[in-house]
């Protein structure tokens, strides 16, 4: 029988993800933090046109799906 492992995050799950700027249309490579959970949404500036994003994170399995919409429109 296998012990449990105190590890919550397998090694083989993604550290980075992607998204476009919905302002400059730049790809913007974000680190990913599973240990987050599953489902995340923050806000972050664009490091090229400062433009304020809502990144949403969602995993599913060892993937995540990352995409961003203007703040504007959300909030």
């Given amino acids: 029988m296998d012990e449990p492992t105190d590890d919550p995050v397998p090694a083989s799950l ?8 919905d302002n400059c249309g730049e790809e913007i490579v974000i680190p990913l933090d599973p240990a987050e959970g599953h489902s995340q949404n923050y806000v972050e500036d664009c490091p090229v046109c400062c ?22 429109d959300r909030f």
Wanted: overall charge negative.
């Fill in 14 to 21: 993604d550290n980075e993800g992607s998204y476009v700027c």
């Fill in 51 to 72: 433009s304020p994003n809502v990144i949403h994170v969602d995993w599913d399995d060892n993937e995540a799906r990352v995409w961003a919409e203007p703040e504007q």
